[in-house]
């Protein structure tokens, strides 16, 4: 299975210029794609094929006026570029046709200079040393092993951020470390003061970081909306900004990564409730908190997780009325306003945390447990990951953006 292990890089000032220069050439290559592609469209014709538009927009490119400059950088990540593009209309045609799974997809757009930027060099365009990796025209670059690669990589992206930082990203082909079968299962109830209540009881604090920075990142937005828009000092309030949510995220990420692989190492079988996320969002009251949490970002984990330790990775119906229910005795309760933490079953008596309670019915209603009156069974519906299937090129994404701070 293809993995991701990503690196921080620290170029020259001379590199970095060399890299703006390569994410531009890039970009531009990939929206003279885009624009031609338009045009030809617009026209009523067909989208040429990937080798024809390698050869249109960077061969014989090279050769104008206009694009000349394009041979002063490394053919291979202009090359890569152009595959990119030619996936992302594939991906486009394939969600047109109903082939391919999922929210419709739209046509590639123009790249924008303002968002991460990127190229990527395949073999022959790189080589890893100790301290340096060696990248095509652009020279040895001081790289910072913060783990061990476990093969060869079989592609570098440099990503410069918005809060310009450098990183790295390799693509190892490893063998999935399939962790032995200690019959262990959990439910995992999410809540916001309470990140993730298990079925064992354990309760989990959220970490909440844009509460911590907010106070930081107000201060610093409030001193960006008072510079002179284009200015040099604009540029450097906007970049603090972006540094402050970077902060955020990482603090997120590292703590959802932390979390996640913990409960994958612990158990075999791993069942969550299907919350929708999109639509809670959309509550303007709970959005912050929530996007704040990553809920869904921790499904994205778990998920992943489970493929590549070989666990079993549940979602049960959201439906399930998991806090009403007595975990003892199946016996249901009714509805339970949300501040009411704690209860007792009228029909048997146990006490409950409402939290606990829930996790343990989310665990039932896997299938892996039995209550009194075996409720759950047939009630699952197993998600299937399938690692570097078409399907999940969007999940993969999403991942591979992820996998960035681990
Ligand atoms: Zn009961």
């Not at 026209?43 to 050769?63: D, M, R």
């Not at 929530?290 to 869904?296: A, C, E, V």
């Not at 009714?334 to 409950?352: A, F, M, P, Q, S």
């Not at 989310?362 to 299937?389: C, F, M, P, Q, Y």
Request: aromatic share 8%; hydrophobic share 30%.
């Amino acid at each position: 299975m293809k993995q991701r292990y990503n690196y921080r890089i620290h170029p020259t000032s001379q590199q970095e210029q060399l890299l703006a220069q390569l994410f531009g050439c890039c970009r531009v290559v990939y929206n003279d794609g885009v624009a031609l592609c338009q045009q030809i469209y617009k026209e009523g014709g067909k989208k040429p094929s990937n080798s024809e538009l390698q050869k249109l927009l960077i061969t014989q490119a090279k050769k104008t006026e206009k694009r000349e400059w394009l041979s002063k950088v490394s053919a291979i990540p202009l090359q890569q570029s152009l595959n990119d593009f030619n996936i992302a209309y594939q991906n486009f045609f394939n969600s047109c046709q109903g082939k391919r799974k999922g929210k419709k997809v739209k046509p590639p757009k123009f790249k924008s200079r303002k968002s991460n930027q990127s190229a990527r060099f395949t073999r022959g365009g790189f080589k890893v040393g100790q301290h340096k990796i060696k990248l095509a025209k652009i020279g040895k670059v001081k790289i910072i092993w913060s783990r061990k690669l476990p093969n060869p990589p079989s592609s570098a992206t440099v990503i410069k951020d918005s809060a310009s930082r450098y990183f790295i990203s390799f693509v190892v082909e490893t063998i999935p470390e399939k962790l032995p079968d200690n019959g262990q299962s959990v439910g995992i109830d999410l809540g916001i003061e309470t990140f993730a209540t298990l079925s064992n009881g354990q309760k989990i604090k959220s970490s909440k970081p844009l509460k911590k920075y907010q106070r930081k990142l107000r201060r610093c937005q409030r001193n960006l909306s008072r510079k002179k828009k284009g200015s040099k000092r604009d540029e450097k309030a906007r970049k603090r900004v972006a540094k402050v949510h970077s902060k955020i995220k990482d603090t997120r990420t590292d703590f959802l990564h932390k979390l996640s692989t913990d409960i994958i190492r612990e158990n075999q079988t791993i069942v969550l409730e299907d919350l929708n996320v999109s639509a809670m969002v959309k509550n303007r009251k709970l959005s912050k908190a929530i996007s704040d949490l990553g809920w869904g970002t921790f499904r994205t984990l778990l998920e992943a997780k489970s493929v590549m330790y070989g666990r079993e990775f549940i979602v049960i119906d959201r439906w399930i009325p998991t806090s009403q229910v007595c975990s003892n005795c199946g016996f249901n309760g009714g509805k339970k306003e949300l501040n009411i933490r704690e209860w007792t079953c009228i029909n048997c008596g146990v006490v409950h945390d409402r939290d606990i309670n829930a996790s343990k019915n989310i665990l039932v209603a896997g299938g892996h447990s039995e209550t009194l009156n075996g409720r759950g069974a047939g009630r699952k519906t197993s998600i299937k990951l399938a690692v570097g299937d078409e399907a999940s090129t969007h999940r993969e994404i999403r991942f591979k953006h992820l996998s960035l701070f681990q």
